[in-house]
């Protein structure tokens, strides 16, 4: 791939270059394996943020978008996306609930609760729109989310305010970390199970019993989720290549940097954190990896260089050489741009505007 690299054609490093094929071949294997096994995809949106790649994947069947944000959500409404899940516990005050009452007017709108009030808050600021909401439970992560066997409770309380319970819903974010996969999917199938027995204790039912992640969707028991959530699976990153759910093959996202200062086995790269992001989990090898270079490592990253260490007596990128570099999260990385180069055998095809970033709030 560096041989094919050439600056002719290309934006200015730094950049973030998508590899059309790749991208297609990892969407259309979630896809077949979410309906394999009989589930629900409802991919995460904010690994792209691109409406391209959400049309896409609700061309290959999925059944809705999931999203971080308000602002999220109003983009891809916008885009045409006619079933929206916003997996997270918003605190929805007036300016809030009048911009969901807004979305219901186009979509079907769904909104993780973990609190009563919470629920009670959504229930007042959007009353009179059909505003549903999945009951989010801790399954390990240990972030937002009630315990299992309470959701029934709050289930309840959010039924008696106004609101539409379809469900539960947990994030398994303890699957990340190499060898936690299977047990977080494990915790993942359990706490939601013991969910919907509380929901069902209180009289309600639980059409809707989500899952998510890319480490744990391969495991999600199917005996019990109804749906999964993944993200990343679209691009990959270093994080997934580092604990095993991806190869290098499968990575279809990358930096393109310009090797700009060396000394000795020790290179700069001008792709720093504000293009990779500076997400580092505990048990990351570095900053990010090469995939030309799968030996090097980067051992620091200031805000627009990358500190590249090759092995010795390995072979170094000159000066002026362009270096494709993996994002360890790559989330981070595309909320950072705001376009991604759409590489189709190697040379530059179109692009793709970032169109949910920044949509934080
Ligand atoms: C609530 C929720 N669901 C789904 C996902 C997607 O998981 P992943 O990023 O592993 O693809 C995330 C990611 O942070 C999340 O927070």
Redesign the pocket.
């Known amino acids: 791939m560096t041989a094919s690299l050439s600056a002719r054609h290309l934006p200015p490093t730094p950049f973030l270059a998508v590899d059309a094929a790749i991208v297609e071949r990892n969407l259309t294997g979630m896809a077949d394996s979410a309906a394999a096994r009989g589930l629900s995809l409802r991919p995460?949106a904010k690994?792209h943020k691109v409406v391209e790649l959400a049309q896409r994947q609700i061309g290959l069947g999925a059944v809705g978008l999931?999203v971080?944000t308000l602002g999220e959500a109003e983009v891809f409404a916008v885009s045409g996306v006619k079933d929206i899940f916003i997996?997270y516990p918003l605190w929805a005050d007036e300016g809030k609930g009048a911009r969901l009452r807004a979305l219901t007017e186009n979509i079907t709108l769904t909104v993780g609760i973990d609190t009563e009030e919470g629920a009670r808050q959504l229930a007042a600021t959007t009353a009179g729109a059909p505003v549903g909401v999945l009951v989010e439970v801790d399954s390990g992560h240990h972030r937002s989310g009630i315990a299992p066997a309470d959701a029934g409770v709050l289930a309840r309380a959010a039924a008696d305010a106004g609101l539409d319970v379809r469900g539960v819903f947990t994030?398994p974010?303890h699957g990340y970390g190499p060898g936690n996969r299977g047990s977080a999917a494990e915790d993942e199938a359990q706490a939601l199970a013991v969910a919907v027995e509380s929901l069902a204790a209180a009289g309600l039912a639980a059409a809707v019993v989500s899952g998510?992640?890319?480490?744990t969707a391969a495991a999600a028991d199917a005996s019990v989720l109804t749906e999964v959530?993944?993200?990343?699976?679209l691009f990959n990153d270093a994080q997934q290549l580092e604990m095993g759910t991806c190869g290098w093959d499968d990575i279809a996202l990358w930096a393109v940097a310009t090797a700009v200062s060396r000394s000795g086995q020790h290179v700069i790269l001008d792709s720093g954190s504000k293009t990779l992001g500076a997400d580092r989990l505990a048990w990351a090898t570095g900053g990010g990896r090469l995939p030309d270079h799968p030996d090097a490592r980067i051992t620091a990253l200031s805000e627009h260089h990358a500190t590249v260490e090759f092995p010795a007596g390995a072979a170094l990128p000159g000066l002026g050489e362009l270096v494709r570099v993996v994002p360890n999260h790559v989330?981070a990385a595309v909320n950072l741009a705001d376009e991604l180069v759409v590489m189709v055998d190697g040379a530059v095809a179109d692009t793709w505007r970032v169109a949910a970033r920044g949509r934080n709030s």
């Open positions: 995460h690994t999931t971080a997996a994030f974010g998510g992640s890319t480490p959530r993944p993200g990343v699976y989330c």
